[in-house]
């Protein structure tokens, strides 16, 4: 059974995600499901589903549980107060209010050929995850099941002891939904895209040279950033031009290490710790379209927030 569930871990891991918008909260329901399903794996009974489906099925109810009477996760931009360069932070957003990112490596099968996996990365991009939020947790469970992971409607209603008829229904309705609440626009990280390459490393030495001008540069007009925990946003390449530049926002010293977070290009960006190394200071999500960057997402690493850090180590 132990060996069973090891060779699930990825996929389940991503399946939570998808359901519960966090990449801490999706680690903690799979070690959930485990011991639930180590203690009972005396009493699986084979008539009623294979083990994965039997797995499933207890993931499921954990992640229906933990999504019973919590507020809808959203995208940080969203749930931002676009403000003027040099104004204070502001409020922290609610906690659990905010979709938060995963490692791709622990949601993801890196070995898949790399259109699949570009294809996969879509599924855990931060914006559909947000989209996946609108839906009540039962036509969430199905669109993952059927639409992403490909389960048959009969493995479905299977996993959530209802018809085939019901399953069907219940993915029409989620897909009705999801139409109209479209995901944000964004690319993949797609190492294989020369231009988005370019691009990448572009803003990475920018940055780390402190080359304001560059950076705005590769922005678009329209450019938005957020900065988790806090309500704190702004509208606008002028506006992030400004603020990046300003005297108290030098970040000199600071280093972007490439990462692949929620399917997405990422950096974690490290400061001086003032004894020659670096430590974890935030990690930044870029989402890119026409090969500019339209919106930056920096999730401090602050004593009030469930530190990320340790979830993109080895990563």
Known sequence: MEEALAGLRTELTGYCYRMLGSGNDAEDAVQETFERVLRAADRYDAARGSVRTWVYRIATNICVDLLRGSARRALPIDLSVPGKAGEPFGALLAAG???????????????????????RRESVRLA????????PARQRSVLIL??????????????????????????QRARATLRTVAPRPGDVLDPSDGAQRELLARYCAAFESHDIAGLVSLLHEDATTSMPPFTWGLLGREQIGLAMGAPEAACAGHRLVPVAASG????????????????PFALMMLDIVDNRVINTTTWLELPMTAPLWPLFQNS
């Open 146 to 171: 059927r639409d992403v992971l490909c389960w048959p409607a009969a493995e479905v209603a299977t996993l959530l002891e209802t018809s085939a008829a019901s399953v069907t229904s219940a993915l």
């Open 128 to 135: 559909f995850v947000a989209a996946l939020q609108h839906l």
């Open 264 to 279: 997405q290009p990422a950096f974690w960006q490290l400061r001086p710790d003032g004894e020659g190394g670096h430590v």
């Open 97 to 119: 209010a905010e979709v938060r990112p995963v490692p791709d490596r622990l949601v993801l099968d890196l070995t898949q050929d790399p259109a699949t996996l570009v294809v």
